[in-house]
Every structure is written in C-alpha cells, then in structure tokens.
C-alpha cells in the first residue's frame, strides 16, 4: 500500500470536497465551463489591490540586499515589530510586542504550529459544528483529538455544550469567526461567556485551555461593529491571522500567530512556536510577502464588492423558497436544503448543473454551502438554476 494508512483514512474522510471537486471537473468537460456554476471554492475572486502589485515592483528593484537570504525562523524582526504596534495601537494586544508574533504561511500554517507546540499525544481540542472540514486534520496531524461542539439554531455558541465536553484532557479549543461555513460573526456576549468558562475551567483542570481563534476572514465582515477578538478576552491564546482573504493573497501563503501577552509562560510559547516553524519544514513565511503586507496594514481589497454578492444571493435564495440566515461576514452562506437530505439536495442540484457542498461536509448535514466569491455569470445563472432545483422540489 503506497500511502500510509492515517492518510488513506483521512482522504476518505475529507471525500465531500474530493467529489465535489471531480464532479466538477465531468461537468465541465461535458458542457464546458461556461455551462456550470460552481459554488464550490472558497477562493477569494477580486485581484489584490493596486498598492500589493506596488510593493511588488518596489521589492524587485531591492537586489542587493538580501532580502531573499534566510532570516530568524519567525520572520523579519522590523516585520513582527510593525504587526506588534498595530495590534497595540487598535488595543487588540495591549503590550504585544515583536517577540510575541510568529509569522505564518497563511493561517492554516499558524494553525498548524500552533497545535504542534502546544498538543500531547491524545490531548482533546474542542471544535464549533459545523466545522472548517481542514480543522480536523490539523489537530489529527499533531496527534490531538477533536472533539466536536455542536452551536445552536442560530450557529451561535451553546456554552452548556462546551461545559460538558471540558475534562483533564481538553487541551484547546478553536473559534473561527466571522464562520466558514456559517457566516456568523459570535456576539461579544458569547465570547465573554466563553472566555468566563475557559477561566473557570482552567482553574478545575489546572492547566492552560488555550483558546485559538483561526481569524482569515476578520475584515470580511459586514456588520457595523465588529467584536473583539476572542483572543483578547482569554489570557491563553493566540491568533491565527492571515491576508488570504482580506488582500486576496491565498496562494502567497502569509499570515502570523500573535500570542497573547498575558498567556502563561510567553517565552517557552514563542520559542516553541519558532521552532515548529522550522521542524514543519516552513522554516520561514515567504519573505517577499512579509515585507509587502506589512507596508499594507491599512488596506483591504473592497468588502463592498462581497457585501453586494452576499445581499444578491440572499434575496434571489429567499425569493426562490430557500430558508437562509443572514451571513454577517465571510463569502459564504448556509441555507437549509429543502427536504433536509442535503445530499440528495445537492446531487438535484447537480442535475441543473450547480455545484455546492453538503453542510455534512462540515460536520452539519440538512444544509448546503454556497460560495459566492464568484462571478457575474455564476451568480446569475447559478441562482436561477438553483431556483429551478427548488421549484422541481424532488429533493
Ligand atoms: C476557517 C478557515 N481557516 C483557515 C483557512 C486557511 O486560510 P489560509 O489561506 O490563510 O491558510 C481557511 C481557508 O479558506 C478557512 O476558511
């Protein structure tokens, strides 16, 4: 058998989005691309900004320097120090300073070295249903077992659910929000809620439970005001961050895990995080995009261009018969599938030629997620053809 056993299983298991993938692909093939719509990828569609390709060109001029060289595994001192000050100066950290920030290679690298640095063998990690399908490998990958989390009719937090799953194992728990696949942005009350728990709960175990908030989709929000982070209320815990999606950066692979000042033993934390940088085989975030992002701090690519697409899925969802929750941030939306089989949901739709994925995928199933970081040709096509898939209602 040519492929390790633990990695032929988690294939299986992450099947939903391999078959989606190859259905695509057959679809396409037989009536070419323009003839299917596919709500699949959750890939950020608009170009980076203007000021990104800038500092593109003011960085191939930069030959003898060596900016290229290696440099300290968690990133360009003058880099971390810019990212510390901003997350001080918009009181996110209080007191961070460049020896709490570990640059990433996207937030899923973050992740990844986060979990390395802080997981025994069999250490529990709570995860929030439905889940970013990714999280369960990533824990799996270091060892750690996840341990699933169901949230409530709104997607919001069920704090007596997390209560019930803490024991002397628990080792962490991740909170994504704004949410892939929900779109739900956690009130601040909840987090607080949960902080309050996790304290509780730290002192009854007599460890750290840290708390990871995975945040790629912070300024895809469309809310008026946004919660702190939860990293800010729970003393052990980092932040997972990435400009994947706030520059439209996801195959420049750049991010960083800032730890909160006040987690216990910082330094052991950050040293740990350095070196699983380097043993994960990263050995550095790519260094042209440490130097690009940090000059960008204060720019976004246009949320109003995703604001307008989630407001014109909604409406053409609602006004087809589907029943969806209003997203308050990222590019997706989670509507119920008529029938609640989202899997036979989602093979009808197939048969309109749209593409989406069945929240079983994310660990929910009687809905379905809709990417809508797509085009113009999708949206409009894919709407009507979704509204056809809800008139012939056989799913
Ligand atoms: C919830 C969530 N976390 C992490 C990631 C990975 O992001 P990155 O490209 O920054 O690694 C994604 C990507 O889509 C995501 O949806």
Known sequence: MPVASTIKEAMTRSSWIRRMFEKGAELKRIHGAAGVFDFTLGNPFPEPPPAFFDGLEELAARRHDGVHRYMPNAGFPEVRARIAHKLDQDGVFPGIGERHIVMSVGAAGGMNVTLKTILNPGDEVIVFVPYFAEYLFYITNHGGVPVLAE?????????????????????????????????????????????????????????????????????????????????????????????????????????????????????????????????LGFVNAPAVMQLIVTKLLDVTVDM?????????????????????????????????APGQDDVAFVNHALSERVLVVPGSGFGRSGYFRISYSVDDRTIDGGLEALARVRRSGSA
Not at 157 to 167: R, W
Not at 188 to 211: D, M, N, T
Not at 305 to 310: D, E, I, L
Request: charged share 20%; glycine share 6%; with cysteine.
């Open 151 to 279: 949230t409530d009719g709104s997607f919001d937090i069920d704090l007596d659910k997390v209560a019930a799953l803490i024991n002397p194992k628990t080792r962490a728990i991740v909170v994504n929000s704004p949410n892939n696949p929900t779109g739900r942005i956690y009130p601040e009350a909840s987090l607080r809620g949960l902080a309050a728990l996790l304290a509780a709960c730290e002192k009854r175990v007599g460890h750290p439970i840290y708390l990871i908030a995975d945040e790629p989709y912070r300024e895809v929000a469309f809310i008026p005001k946004l919660p702190p982070t939860p990293a800010a209320l729970h003393p052990n815990s980092f932040l997972c961050y990435s400009w994947s999606k706030s520059l439209s950066l996801p195959g420049d692979r750049i991010g960083y895990v800032a730890v909160n000042p006040q987690i216990d033993d910082a330094p052991s934390i950050v040293d740990g995080l350095t070196f699983t940088t380097r043993t």
């Open 304 to 336: 109003g261009w995703y604001r307008s697409r989630r407001d014109r899925v909604l409406a053409g969802l609602r006004q087809a018969g589907y029943d969806v929750m209003t997203p308050e941030g990222t590019f997706y939306v989670f509507p119920r």
